[in-house]
Structure formats: structure tokens, C-alpha cells
């Protein structure tokens, strides 16, 4: 314990009793303890603790010493402010206005197929990054789509929309179930989710789509996140009544509206389901591996497929 001598004893040889000091400010006369380490500490180094007051130091090695919070399956606490959510929202509109700018025929917004003719037609940039199999007409005369080597489309699709109400009905939804999502699974489950179901969508509608017809929206990532949230209900035990109605709505549209890609759909709905299913009942122990195993293996089988298409149509 850093302490000052007081003055000199008196003249009968008696002493005067030590003033602590604060052992960070030497020149800080204290009666303040840490309650902690019992070192003297001035106000300005004092720190609230639940019980009493700590040092600077104490206070650090507390916080190290406490484990992060963790979601019921693995993630991180962060993901209750929906960054990832709000980020993939802005990435979609930003996308929707550079499509909206490539365009000079004028009916980008709207004046396309589908929900009456609501949807918007297509864009140079629509047609660089949607999900097409393979098709010699666009552009340049050149063969174009993934079945030629043009695998980013199955990736850049789920990010591209025909028209303002296709990518307002997909961000709608991505804001209602993105935050839950996120909150129950971290910011970077849920990222791995959202892309392994709009992925798997890709992937389906480049197995059975006719090699000429072009699709993209996020709509296949988001019926991969109803899937998701049913499963994930379940697993906590919880009522999943008020999702089924909305789902079998959404598959009712699916499958009666023109213009709407229903391998894409169903296929996000079925990848979705399986990275649910790993994120959610992956053992305790070692939980982390056992999850990112689980997508390593789905995204292998979705390669596999890609490939076994690309043969079939080149072979």
C-alpha cells in the first residue's frame, strides 16, 4: 500500500499516524478503498461496482473475465440491433438505384410481368446478374449465363429486382423476419443463413429453369428465412401458428402468379430449412463446428448440382 509519512513525532517521541494516498496519484490524500483489491483509490479513479467501488484495474480484469453473451443457438448478442438486417436492406435499394440509372428504356420501376403488370421490366443490370442458365443472344452475340462460366449470377441475383414493388414487397419481409432472425441467431448466423438460402434459390432456378428465362429478387433468401423461423420456433418450443398462414399465402402466390419463379422459391425454402435445422439442433458441445460443418456441406452439394447442370447442358 502506497502510503505519505506525516510530520516528524513530538517531543515526547509519539508518532502521527500515515494519510493513505491514492496508489495511481501519489499526491491524493484518500480514505477510499477498492473493494476489490483494497488498494486506496481518489474519486477520480473510483468506479461503480455492484457492490461498493473498484479500481481502474479491477474493473478490467472483471470485464475480461466475464463471457460474452450468447443467443439460445450460439451468436452473438449483437445481433438485437439488426445491423446485418438494415445493411442488406441498403444494399438492395442501392442495387435497385444503379438498376434504375443502367436503364433507358424507362419502364425499370414499373410496366413488367406479374401482380397485374405492377412488377418493373428489366435492366442491363438485371440482365448482367440474374440467375440464367445459358442463352447466345445477350450481349454481343456472345454466349452468356452461368452454364458458360458466369457463376457470380448466383450470387449477384438475390441482390437485383424487377421494379419498385418487387423489391418493396421483399424488403418488407426482410424487415420483419431479418430483426427476429438476427436477434435469436447473432449478426453472423443469420448472414450465412440468409446467403445460403438466397444461394440455394439461385441454384434451383438454374436446375430447372428452361435455359433462356431470367430470374433474380431476394425472394428466394426470404422464404429460406420463413423456413427459418418455423424451424427455429420449434426448436424453442414456442407457437409457430401465426407463420404457417403467412407461408402458405406466400406459396399460394408463388404458384398462381405469372412471372414468379417457383424452383427459386421453393428451392430458398428448402436450403433455408436445412441451415435451420444445422444452426438450430447442432450439439452444444463444439457447437460452432458442428455448424459451419453443416453449411460447408450443404454449400458443397449446391456446387455439386451447379456443376451436374452445367454438364447436362453443355454436354
Known sequence: MTERSGPAGDATGGSVPTTPVCYRHSD??????????????????????????????CVNEGRRSVRPARTAFGGGAAGRRGLVTRTLIALNVLMMIVSVLSDRGGDSLIGGSGFGGLLGGGTPLTQWGS??????YVPFGEAHGVASGEWYRLVTAMFLHYGV???????????VLGRELEALLGPLRFL????????????????????????????????????????LMRRLGRDTSAIL????????FTFTVPGISIPGHVGGLIVGALMALVLAYAPR??????QA???GVILLALLGLVVVRTVMLLG
Not at 165 to 175: D, K, P, Q, R, S
Open 131 to 136: 440467375v440464367l442458365s445459358y442463352a447466345s
Open 192 to 231: 450465412g443463413l440468409y446467403l445460403m438460402a438466397g444461394l440455394g434459390g439461385n441454384v434451383a432456378a438454374y436446375l430447372f429453369s428452361s435455359p433462356n428465362t431470367a430470374s433474380a429478387g431476394a425472394s428466394t433468401a426470404i422464404f429460406g428465412l420463413f423456413a427459418a423461423v418455423f424451424v
Open 293 to 295: 460443418a453443416g453449411a
Open 285 to 290: 458441445m463444439r457447437r460452432s463446428v458442428f
Open 245 to 252: 398462414p403467412i407461408l402458405v399465402i406466400n406459396l399460394i
Open 28 to 57: 491524493r490524500e484518500t480514505y477510499l478503498r477498492c473493494s476489490r483489491c483494497d488498494r486506496p483509490i481518489c474519486p477520480d479513479c473510483m468506479r461503480d461496482a455492484p457492490v461498493g467501488h473498484q479500481c481502474p484495474e
Open 165 to 175: 414493388v418487387h423489391l418493396l414487397l421483399n424488403m418488407w419481409a426482410l424487415w
